[in-house]
Nanobody
Framework: QVQLVESGGGLVQAGGSLRLSCAAS????????MGWFRQAPGKEREFVAA????????YYTDSVQGRFTISRDNARNTVDLQMSSLKPGDTAVYYC??????????????????????WGQGTQVTVSS
């Protein structure tokens, strides 16, 4: 069965960095888009970043552009989110997800959580001021 398992969350001071990792198993994800979403207390889940497993094209929400980098490791079957210059507003539970989006469809559609077929359990990121 498909499993997405996040790791790497924790407590960090503002301005610091964290690297989240998502271990994917249970199927071949080469035709999938992998995304990271986050949900802060009392707020809706929001898109953070996405990457096509095949080809590596990426897309970011404006608020993390230039601070976060999404990448994938084919050998380890993981998708990572390197987060730098963290702000208290980045505090949230971060979720990894997988969407079966054809390569003919622009990656921008991956900003919608409804596109995603599989979700991880989430990992907490807390940024203190």
């Amino acid at each position: 069965q498909v499993q997405l398992v996040e790791s790497g969350g924790g407590l960090v001071q503002a301005g610091g960095s964290l690297r989240l990792s998502c271990a994917a198993s249970g199927r071949t994800f080469s035709s999938y888009v992998m995304g990271w979403f986050r949900q802060a207390p009392g707020k809706e889940r929001e898109f953070v970043a996405a990457i096509r497993w095949s080809g590596g094209s990426t897309y970011y929400t404006d608020s993390v552009q230039g601070r976060f980098t999404i990448s994938r490791d084919n050998a380890r079957n993981t998708v990572d989110l390197q987060m730098s210059s963290l702000k208290p507003g980045d505090t949230a539970v971060y979720y990894c997800a997988a969407a079966g989006i054809p390569r003919s469809v622009p990656i921008v559609v991956a900003t919608s959580s409804r596109r995603y077929d599989y979700w991880g359990q989430g990992t907490q990121v807390t940024v203190s001021s």
